[in-house]
């Protein structure tokens, strides 16, 4: 790095086992001017990643008053679809069906490539149909704009679908910051099946990862009075109890709120002086 009165220029280096102030600019593959910001005070030199993201995170420098923050982006989703479509070329894994429908579903939860996730996932049905595999096809459709289709064919797939299939499909979504997904199918299957004790348990949890306390606690209260024994009824107990003593926020808006504290945290934390 280079400082500058009102900019910094920091160098990357195709010399990756360079040491202390050894330089030659021949060894550049990019520099970047970056503005340097007022920070937290920090008595040892720090570098840092920060501003996590699938497709990115922001380098800092952290010394005395100063960050040089220097943002990073890598286009992840279109990496990961490319190697999909080079796996589904050609080879064995062009008939995996499970591949192919990971495949569709991350498509359809980065918004991109729409096409080719319905192709997949239609190649992925033709082989073996499953839930979960109508249930992504039954996104690709909504996103298409075709509600109708999407409704038609979710309500198919959840008359034929077990307790099993829907509820562990829930918790993926859940998983994925997608509660609300996993709460219209879960609904929908309650609806359908008659309201057995383990979906009702997974609705509750799908409305508490939502952060929807007075849900949760209700469809907890319908699924304790159908839990069958004393094991299932301890472990919703477990699920209300959670409740009542903590507030409830969405799991992305707990990640959310905590990331900045913890990164003060590592921030303020200066090693022990060597002895």
């Avoid at 829930?170 to 199918?185: C, H, K, Q």
């Amino acid at each position: 790095m280079i400082p500058g009165l009102s900019s910094w220029t920091v160098i990357l280096s195709n010399n990756s086992g360079a040491w202390g102030t050894v330089y030659d600019q021949k060894d550049d593959a990019l520099r970047v001017d970056v503005i340097p910001l007022a920070a937290d005070f920090t008595e040892w030199m720090m570098f840092d990643f920060a501003e996590l993201s699938d497709t990115g995170a922001t380098l800092e420098l952290r010394w005395v008053k100063l960050r040089v923050p220097v943002r990073i982006g890598v286009p992840t989703p279109e990496i990961v679809l490319g190697r999909a479509r080079g796996a589904f070329a050609a080879g064995p894994d062009s008939t995996n069906r499970i591949m192919l429908r990971d495949a569709a579903a991350y498509a359809v939860s980065k918004k991109i490539h729409p096409d080719e996730a319905l192709s997949w996932i239609d190649r992925s049905i033709a082989a073996r149909p499953d839930f979960r595999s109508f249930c992504v096809k039954s996104d690709i459709l909504a996103d298409a704009g075709d509600r109708e289709g999407a409704g038609r064919l979710l309500n198919e797939a959840i008359a034929a679908a077990t307790e099993k299939d829907v509820t562990s499909y829930a918790a993926s979504l859940v998983r994925e910051y997608r509660p609300d997904r996993a709460i219209e199918i879960l609904e929908k299957f309650v609806t359908v099946k008659g309201a057995p004790w383990g979906a009702l348990k997974a609705l509750g949890d799908a409305h508490a990862a939502a952060g929807d306390r007075d849900a949760a606690l209700r469809v907890y209260g319908a699924a304790m009075e159908k839990a069958p024994g004393d094991d299932e009824k301890t472990d919703i107990g477990k699920a209300i109890a959670q409740l009542q003593w903590r507030p409830v926020v969405s799991r992305r808006e707990g990640i959310r709120r905590v990331i900045p504290y913890f990164e003060k945290c590592a921030r303020s934390a200066n090693p022990a002086r060597p002895s």
